[in-house]
């Protein structure tokens, strides 16, 4: 069964930075786009960027763009968030996912995802 695991989440202070990370099990990544979304407290979940399988080209929403790095590590089978000015409305659980369906950078739709990782809390406070 295809499995994501997220980790790397915490507790952070505005401008402080984190890593997360996506391991996946049962496939690899040359089969499967990843990609990271997020879903604050109250709101809809949003896809905030990706990395195709085909040839690790990237996309990032415009909220995070300059401050987030996606990038995979295919001899780990793992894809790293590095995200750094973090701000308060950052604050959210973020999700990585995999497509089979989608071969370019593309503002990710939940709907294009078929495997979930269960998510890691993101907070930036002071």
């Known amino acids: 069964q295809v499995q994501l695991v997220e980790s790397g989440g915490g507790l952070v202070h505005p401008g402080g930075s984190l890593t997360l990370s996506c391991a996946v099990s049962q496939f690899t990544l040359d089969d499967y786009t990843i990609g990271w979304f997020r879903q604050a407290p109250g709101k809809e979940r949003e896809g905030i960027s990706c990395?195709?399988?085909?040839?690790?080209?990237?996309y990032y929403v415009d909220s995070v763009k300059g401050r987030f790095t996606i990038s995979r590590d295919n001899a780990k089978n793992t894809v790293y968030l590095q995200m750094n000015s973090l701000k308060p409305e950052d604050t959210a659980v973020y999700y990585c996912a995999a497509s089979p369906w989608v071969v370019i950078p593309t503002k990710p739709l939940m709907s294009e995802y078929d495997r979930w990782g269960q998510g890691t809390q993101v907070t930036v406070s002071s």
């Open positions: 990395i195709t399988n085909t040839d690790g080209s990237t």
